[in-house]
Nanobody
């Protein structure tokens, strides 16, 4: 059984910063890619940032230069540092981790519960 728990969302003024965290727990053998997605009301869920197990990163054009994804493999945790936040960044943010469980030959994508980020004055 694998579980992802997110934290760090909240209300912030435009230009402010927030840091999201997502920790995986359970019977974990390996964690491959980690990513953050977001979904605004009435819109589809889109990828925000992605990091491989070797540390290669990829970002949506809308957040390049403002957001930074990182991971701590010892803690099975992925982070998203969000700076210079804009009202259009308002959304529910979800983490995603591709995890191989102990005793399994396959890896599955797991989702966090989502955390609300609201950017407003």
């Amino acid at each position: 059984q694998v579980q992802l728990v997110e934290s760090g969302g909240g209300l912030v003024q435009p230009g402010g910063s927030l840091r999201l965290s997502c920790a995986a727990s359970g019977s974990i053998s390996n964690i491959y890619t980690m990513a953050w997605y977001r979904q605004a009301p009435g819109k589809q869920r889109d990828m925000v940032a992605h990091i491989t197990n070797s540390g290669l990163t990829n970002y949506a054009d809308s957040v390049k230069g403002r957001f930074t994804i990182s991971r701590d493999n010892a803690k099975n945790t992925v982070y998203l540092q969000m700076n210079s936040l804009k009202p259009e960044d308002t959304a529910v943010y979800y983490c995603n981790q591709v995890i191989q469980s102990l005793g399994s030959y396959i890896s599955l994508a797991y989702w966090g519960q989502g955390t609300q980020v609201t950017v407003s004055s």
